[in-house]
């Protein structure tokens, strides 16, 4: 081509994030052909809802309401695209049910939004400056005389509006409180707040308490991820209040709490007492140690207090243990597994590791407040950097059994554990958990897994950790289980998150009664507080007895 029959120059406009300008139609790659699009109406509708939102949000008791803007996205249910293939295409259009969590997330960077979350049926949760509203709202509106680029952005929003009060509040949870009761919650703030925000927030909170009816804060904390929540004693009524107004709170539900597993609310255990062989204190120094998060272990135990390498109690923790389980689990973590027909010997052998007592317990009996458990996993880092396993013997309840908002928050934990591992380099070992005591799975074992009260609880679903069940280490009369290394039929199993195997390896756990209860001689054998060896059926603990398990999922 000759310098006279060259194109003319021809200049494009970029936009603020580098972008062709809104009415740009030509240059800048392949934009997607979208079909059976009315792009006035659809620009319309979505420009209505972004104003509808921008006076649901001014009108509201929220304090933030000059400086974010929270609100949920909804998809279309189809989008049809022109297409050329004809394997895939029907009358030259492909189908697509657009999903704001795959590939059509990245339409919020585009538009200038940020991304929090997405549920299930596809919609999101974005983010956005107030006096962008203004600035989407028009370009909206105006939708039909954009680009095809622009066009393209929009294709997938059906509308936007606040975010509902069922998506931030287990709404039947709600109508199980009696009114005008008060009851323990937890309130998480949306995670792109400052400090000053957070703040902000929380004196509207206080300042909206009903002290006269006993509604008062009882605690605060911050996540490994940076979002910042609080625990407060609250009526449903005012729950109601603060999920309609307050947009900058996230998430309210009951607290997230973890179960020592094995904990025995009546007990007939065989009980056996020894000595403890003599170890020098310089031996038991060169020792490796594990850190066991735990309900705690007395700081004069007569056994165990030689073999501790330090302690970390939680701000919920009580001034001393108020459960068994923390010892049991240190001392078959110290020990390892005793031999289970004859007993523990005369004298307790000596240790092959030392344990850090780590103290997340208190609230009662047995149980774990799961919101402080990463901070003292940070905290032992932070401050015993040689301590790089942690033994977690605990879990909630079967995931599949909770409510909406409590799943996610759960799941959110078990994000925040997952990010703690990898940036710590750090071994975490997490419980199987244990089915309820007493009650007979719905399909007999070694199928009980079928059982969904047999599903694992969040904790255990983790990537980065290795979650640990139980198996039948040695035969005895009376119990379930029959054949030697098969599963304790109390352990709950897999699958885990994206339905990988879980769990990944297991210990000598026991056996349970035809009637799935414990019964003297069918258990393992740890440490009491006060000292004595005890038969128990339990599980999950970092030892050296730990053995490649029986799964339906191997």
């Known amino acids: 081509m000759s310098a006279k029959e060259s194109l003319p120059p021809r200049n494009f406009y970029l936009n603020e994030q580098h972008e062709l300008a809104h009415a740009e139609r030509e240059g800048g790659g392949r934009v997607p052909q979208y079909a059976d699009i009315d792009w006035a109406v659809k620009g319309?509708?979505?420009?209505?809802?972004?104003?509808?939102?921008?006076?649901?949000i001014k009108s509201s008791l929220d304090p933030l309401k000059d400086d974010h803007y929270f609100l949920i996205a909804s998809p279309v249910e189809t989008l049809a695209k022109v297409s050329r293939d004809k394997s895939k295409a029907v009358d030259g259009k492909i189908f697509e049910t657009p999903n704001f969590g795959e590939n059509y997330s990245r339409v919020f960077r585009r538009l200038g939004l940020d991304l929090i979350s997405v549920a299930a049926d596809g919609s999101a949760v974005v983010h956005m400056k107030p006096e962008k509203i203004r600035q989407l709202s028009n370009t909206a509106e105006s939708l039909s005389d954009l680009g095809a680029r622009e066009k393209s952005r929009w294709a997938a929003i059906d509308s936007f509006d606040v975010v509902p009060m069922e998506a931030r509040i287990d709404t039947i949870w709600l109508r199980s409180l009696k009114p005008e009761v008060i009851g323990d919650a937890v309130i998480e703030?949306?995670?792109?707040?400052?400090?000053?925000?957070?703040?902000?927030?929380?004196?509207?909170?206080?300042?909206?308490?009903?002290?006269?009816?006993?509604?008062?804060?009882?605690?605060?904390?911050?996540d490994f991820s940076g979002r910042q929540w609080l625990r407060a004693k609250l009526t449903p009524e005012s729950l109601s209040k603060l999920a309609h107004e307050f947009f900058s709170i996230q998430a309210l539900h009951s607290p997230l709490i973890s179960i020592a597993a094995g904990t025995q609310t009546t007990r007939q255990l065989r009980r056996s007492i020894a000595s403890l062989a003599p170890i020098a204190e310089a031996e038991i120094a060169r020792l490796p140690t594990v850190a066991v998060v735990d309900t705690g272990v007395p700081n004069d135990h007569r056994i165990l207090g030689k073999y501790r390498r330090g302690t970390y109690a939680s701000p919920t923790f009580g001034p001393s243990p108020a459960d068994s389980h923390g010892c049991f689990v240190s001392s078959r973590i110290v020990f390892g597994d005793q031999n289970y027909n004859d007993g523990p010997p005369n004298i307790t052998p000596n240790g092959s590791v030392r344990y850090y007592d780590i103290r997340v317990g208190g609230i009662r009996p047995g149980e774990i407040d799961s919101k402080v458990v990463i901070e003292a996993l940070q905290a032992v880092v932070r401050t015993a950097p040689d301590v790089r396993v942690f033994n977690l013997s605990f879990d909630s309840e079967p995931l599949n059994e909770e409510e909406p908002v409590k799943t996610a928050e759960a799941l959110l934990l078990v994000q925040d554990l997952d990010n703690f591992i990898y940036q710590n380099d750090v071994l975490v070992v997490i419980a199987a958990g244990n089915s309820p005591p007493g009650v007979i799975p719905a399909t007999d074992y070694p199928r009980n897994f079928d059982d969904p009260q047999w599903a694992i609880g969040a904790w255990a679903r983790s990537f980065n950790s290795l979650t640990?069940?139980?198996?039948?280490?040695?035969?005895?009369?009376?119990?379930?289980?029959?054949?030697?290394?098969?599963?304790?039929?109390?352990?709950?199993?897999?699958?885990?998150?994206?339905?990988?195997?879980?769990?990944?390896?297991?210990?000598?756990?026991?056996?349970?009664?035809?009637?799935?209860?414990?019964?003297?001689?069918?258990?393992?054998?740890?440490?009491?507080?006060?000292?004595?060896?005890?038969?128990?059926?339990?599980?999950?603990?970092?030892?050296?007895?730990?053995?490649?398990?029986?799964?339906p999922y191997h």
Do not use: H
């Open 44 to 56: 319309g509708t979505i420009s209505r809802s972004l104003d509808m939102v921008d006076r649901k």
């Open 189 to 222: 703030l949306q995670a792109l707040l400052t400090r000053t925000e957070i703040d902000s927030v929380f004196r509207a909170v206080l300042s909206s308490l009903r002290r006269d009816r006993g509604e008062a804060a009882t605690g605060t904390g911050t």
């Open 468 to 551: 640990c069940g139980s198996y039948v280490g040695y035969l005895s009369p009376g119990g379930v289980v029959t054949e030697l290394g098969w599963p304790s039929p109390f352990c709950r199993v897999g699958p885990g998150l994206s339905n990988s195997p879980k769990p990944d390896f297991s210990a000598n756990g026991g056996n349970i009664t035809p009637e799935y209860r414990y019964a003297p001689g069918l258990g393992v054998w740890g440490l009491s507080p006060d000292g004595f060896w005890e038969d128990r059926s339990e599980e999950r603990r970092v030892g050296k007895e730990c053995r490649s398990r029986w799964s």
